[in-house]
């Protein structure tokens, strides 16, 4: 690396808010952040596109904040590419809801991050720019699909990013990063100008922000959801995923877990292990793939979808999502009610279930991250891999190894905080997802806020 990465201690943004009210101390800040991209970038490879002038004279309260966003969610003026190896030119006349809102409390964009094509994968890249890699070590990958923003905010090139999730697109690559990232509860936020020609999905996808550390998160989400509660129920209790004999993990993840529960002893909170069994079925990962599919596939050609359909090789690599999600493909009304129907009984069944806990602690994902890897094949965008996992659960392949954990958050439906928990043998950070109750945003912010100051992960 050329600059210093990681900071040592990150500004708040909070504070920097506050101190570029004054133009020349936000002319220092858009000169530091134009230093640091033109110094790290090159390697990193994390923009799609950068504009860095600095506002004259902004107005609202963020005060001309520079941000950036995944360059699949619409901002007037910029084009968006969708990390396509052919991207559009064309540009956007409208921002999504969510960056307008941030637009007129005196945001400014200045850069577009990137993604793989059509948010399709958990590596960042394509054969046009190569790979976003990872800040901590340029041969690993930085995750996806927001990989280019849990990049950009890692190594000090952006101040907050904001992206978006299905599978765990914000949690996996913010976790292999070292960052954190808010997942909302699904429907809090508005997620419009996610996908191309005002197309939209009817659950999973959201939209939220990455940032260095959860007190950014907290300084965000009050104006994201622009409200403020000025008593925020003090979190008491959560319950702790404890890895049984077979758990799809690595083993250095599972060293980095075993650590954990000495470091939440730091805080008040009462702790109960729980194996979160009613999480992990195959139903569970049945109807989560086929309504994703469903869903997805509403957006597909119904050749595309025929031809996707009998790729068995797919469904041999990845019976635990790919499968399922190739289901989906069907677009079988019938089915498609019965799963939206089992997922409002699951929903209700894990709300009652941990109703006396105010959040759930468990991994993002079992495998730590990897070297940058080829896809075995890669149709437009639509890849697949050969690629196995060791775990102590036995081999698993690419997807199923990469959505273990995620998939069943991501059918919860609940608000998902993620914050790193420590370092894996190759010095890289491996994160946990802190998941809290359905529109209680400000809680579980507080929970992570108290796990990071105990588990102090730069120190580790």
Same mark, same amino acid.
């Given at each position: ?34 230093? $640091? ?19 004259? &004279? ?91 923003? &849990? &990049? ?218 990897? $070297? ?89």
């Amino acid at each position: 690396m050329t600059d210093t990465f990681p900071p040592s201690q990150p500004a708040l943004l909070s504070q920097i808010v506050a101190d570029i009210h004054h133009t020349s101390n936000r002319q220092a800040l858009y000169a530091a952040l134009h230093h $640091k991209r033109a110094a790290l970038e090159p390697q990193i490879n994390a923009f799609e596109a950068r504009r860095e002038a600095c506002p004259d &004279a902004p107005s609202g309260p963020l005060n001309g904040l520079p941000i950036t966003v995944k360059d699949q969610i619409a901002v007037a003026g910029w084009a968006r590419g969708f990390g396509l190896d052919r991207p559009s030119k064309k540009l956007e006349r409208t921002s999504a809801p969510l960056i307008a809102r941030l637009e007129e409390q005196g945001a400014e964009v200045t850069g577009k991050t990137a993604l793989p094509p059509n948010a399709m994968d958990f590596q960042t890249g394509n054969t046009r720019r190569g790979p976003t890699t990872n800040p901590h070590d340029p041969r690993y990958t930085s995750g996806g699909s927001s990989g280019g923003g &849990a &990049a950009a905010v890692a190594s000090g090139m952006s101040v907050l990013d904001i992206g978006a999730d299905l599978g765990g697109s914000l949690r996996l690559p913010a976790a292999w990063c070292g960052v954190t990232s808010l997942t909302p509860t699904e429907g809090a936020v508005n997620t419009a100008g996610m996908l191309p020609k005002g197309q939209s999905l009817a659950h999973f996808a959201r939209i939220g922000p990455i940032a260095a550390q959860v007190r950014d998160l907290r300084f965000i989400w009050d104006v994201m959801a622009d409200e403020k509660e000025n008593d925020i129920p003090q979190p008491q209790k959560v319950a702790l995923w404890t890895a049984g004999s077979s758990a799809p993990c690595d083993g250095m993840t599972l060293d980095v877990w075993q650590r954990l529960p000495a470091l939440l002893g730091q805080t008040n909170l009462a702790v109960a292990p729980d194996p979160m069994s009613m999480l992990f079925t195959a139903e569970v990962y049945r109807m989560t793939g086929e309504i994703i599919g469903h869903e997805t596939g509403a957006l597909i050609p119904a050749l595309i979808r025929w031809v996707l359909r009998r790729d068995r090789k797919a469904a041999r690599q990845s019976p635990g999502f790919l499968t399922h999600v190739h289901q989906g493909y069907r677009r079988d009304a019938g089915q498609y009610a019965d799963n939206l129907a089992d997922m409002d009984r699951f929903r209700a069944e894990t709300l009652s279930h941990w109703a006396d806990v105010d959040a759930l602690i468990l991994p993002v994902t079992g495998i730590c991250a990897f $070297k940058h890897l080829p896809p075995t094949t890669d149709r437009g965008g639509v890849r697949h891999y050969d690629q196995t996992f060791d775990t102590a659960a036995g081999p698993l392949g690419y997807f199923d190894a990469l959505t273990r954990f995620t998939l069943p958050v991501t059918l919860m439906g609940w608000p998902v905080v993620t914050l790193p928990i420590g370092r894996d043998g190759n010095g890289l950070p491996v994160g946990a997802q802190v998941v809290g109750k359905p529109h209680a945003e400000r809680q579980v912010l507080a929970l992570a806020r108290a796990l990071e100051k105990a588990i102090a992960f730069r120190g580790l």
